[in-house]
């Protein structure tokens, strides 16, 4: 057992606390990393309000990147010294959707990291959002939970690769496969439709609008390769669409906030026979209506993204290999810097919407 310093959230809307925990030493598939950096995201956000209901006491942070400081007996893929991102869907390697080449629908990697128990407080275990807990000075996570990287990639950057920019990118290239001249709507310029937005980009999308009720986010939406804004607040964000578009709507439409009613208006903005890809993540609670004779009739389809679909172990190299050739952000993402006792402040700049990421450093 160590001691180390987490933020911990012990009930819905309470305060996050920087409190000292036990943290277990690896056991035979695991690894201890020491965290350089974690994420400030919307989903952390959900499990302190409860819209994203989980066990509490938990230690948050689900998008970090570290170093490895010790592994268990059965590990092989990584080693001590070796600099990794984190990846919060763990695969098990053998059940249905791994062997059918869905790793990030894994059945059994992401509920085992859950029961894990790898945190303590005065006897009592402290669980970690989404199996991570990065938003501690180290963490015990699964093997599969570990993506190698290059020593010199600074891990204040590295660490969005874990989930925001993963996701974003991953909703375009790979649960829509977004083709070259496709028109692309993105409900929501926050630290994920960012990364959508430059996945549209990425893919050779154009146009590429980005809608949001915040001018600093849609600004810098076009700094990440949209062509047109929309304020959604200042008029019909649909009809906006269709003037785009020669009356017809988008081919793909992405709704990164979670909202039903966003939902909606991504849902009716996307063209007959287009997509509409739901990024965001509702409150558990809430339900979608949609006028469901626009899907046959109208030959809509409307599908989640998990993740962005991701097979970790194969894309995070190659997002790695897009940010050295220049062609994927990951510095620019990263607006303002926090420590750990700070974890507070962060949290109030993500809500205030004055971030595009917020880094927690150790």
Same mark, same amino acid.
């Given at each position: 057992?160590?001691?180390?310093?987490?933020?911990?959230?012990?009930?819905?809307?309470? +305060?996050?606390?920087?409190?000292?925990?036990?943290?277990?030493?690896?056991?035979?598939?695991?690894?201890?990393?020491?965290?350089?950096?974690?994420?400030? @995201?919307?989903?952390?956000?959900?499990?302190?309000?409860?819209?994203?209901?989980?066990?509490?006491? +938990?230690?948050?942070?689900?998008?970090?990147?570290?170093?490895?400081?010790?592994?268990?007996?059965?590990?092989?893929?990584?080693?001590?010294?070796?600099?990794?991102?984190?990846?919060?869907?763990?695969?098990?390697?053998?059940?249905?959707? @791994?062997?059918?080449?869905?790793?990030?629908?894994?059945?059994?990697?992401?509920?085992?990291?859950?029961?894990?128990?790898?945190?303590?407080?005065?006897?009592?275990?402290?669980?970690?959002?989404?199996?991570?807990?990065?938003?501690?000075?180290?963490?015990?996570?699964?093997? &599969?939970? @570990?993506?190698?990287?290059? +020593?010199?990639?600074?891990?204040?950057?590295?660490?969005?690769?874990? @989930?925001?920019?993963?996701?974003?990118?991953?909703?375009?290239?790979?649960?829509?496969?977004?083709?070259?001249?496709?028109?692309?709507?993105?409900?929501?310029?926050?630290?994920?439709?960012?990364?959508?937005?430059?996945?549209?980009?990425?893919?050779?999308?154009?146009?590429?609008?980005?809608?949001?009720?915040?001018?600093?986010?849609?600004?810098?939406?076009?700094?990440?390769?949209?062509?047109?804004?929309?304020?959604?607040?200042?008029?019909?964000?649909?009809?906006?669409?269709?003037?785009?578009?020669?009356?017809?709507?988008?081919?793909?439409?992405?709704?990164?906030?979670?909202?039903?009613?966003?939902?909606?208006?991504?849902?009716?903005?996307?063209?007959?026979?287009?997509?509409?890809?739901?990024?965001?993540?509702?409150?558990?609670?809430?339900?979608? &209506?949609?006028?469901?004779?626009?899907?046959?009739?109208?030959?809509?389809?409307?599908?989640? &993204?998990l993740y962005g679909s991701a097979d970790m172990a194969r894309d995070v190299p190659r997002l790695i290999a897009l940010y050295r050739a220049g062609k994927l952000k990951l510095d620019e993402l990263v607006t303002r810097r926090f420590a750990l006792n700070e974890v507070g402040e962060a949290f109030a700049a993500l809500q205030a919407g004055d971030v595009a990421r917020g880094v927690i450093t150790f």
């Amino acid at each position: 057992m160590r001691t180390v310093r987490a933020a911990v959230v012990n009930a819905v809307r309470d +305060a996050v606390r920087v409190e000292p925990l036990s943290l277990r030493e690896p056991r035979a598939d695991e690894v201890l990393v020491r965290l350089g950096a974690s994420g400030v @995201c919307h989903s952390d956000l959900h499990v302190i309000t409860g819209d994203l209901p989980m066990p509490l006491p +938990a230690v948050l942070g689900h998008e970090g990147a570290g170093v490895v400081e010790e592994v268990g007996a059965a590990v092989r893929r990584v080693k001590v010294g070796d600099h990794v991102v984190l990846s919060w869907v763990p695969y098990c390697g053998s059940c249905w959707y @791994c062997e059918s080449g869905h790793t990030h629908l894994c059945e059994m990697g992401y509920v085992k990291s859950l029961a894990a128990e790898v945190f303590t407080r005065d006897g009592g275990a402290v669980g970690q959002l989404a199996g991570v807990g990065s938003m501690a000075e180290f963490t015990v996570v699964p093997e &599969s939970g @570990c993506i190698p990287i290059d +020593a010199d990639i600074p891990l204040d950057s590295a660490c969005l690769v874990g @989930c925001g920019v993963m996701t974003g990118v991953g909703a375009v290239i790979n649960t829509a496969r977004v083709e070259p001249g496709q028109s692309v709507a993105v409900f929501g310029a926050g630290g994920v439709g960012l990364n959508v937005v430059q996945g549209a980009a990425l893919a050779g999308a154009h146009p590429i609008i980005a809608v949001d009720l915040n001018e600093r986010k849609l600004g810098l939406a076009r700094a990440f390769g949209a062509t047109h804004v929309v304020n959604g607040g200042a008029g019909d964000a649909v009809a906006a669409l269709q003037e785009l578009t020669g009356g017809r709507g988008v081919d793909v439409s992405f709704e990164v906030i979670g909202s039903p009613d966003v939902i909606l208006q991504a849902f009716l903005g996307t063209r007959r026979g287009g997509k509409t890809v739901v990024v965001g993540v509702a409150p558990a609670t809430a339900m979608v &209506s949609l006028p469901g004779f626009l899907l046959p009739l109208a030959e809509k389809s409307l599908v989640g &993204s998990l993740y962005g679909s991701a097979d970790m172990a194969r894309d995070v190299p190659r997002l790695i290999a897009l940010y050295r050739a220049g062609k994927l952000k990951l510095d620019e993402l990263v607006t303002r810097r926090f420590a750990l006792n700070e974890v507070g402040e962060a949290f109030a700049a993500l809500q205030a919407g004055d971030v595009a990421r917020g880094v927690i450093t150790f």
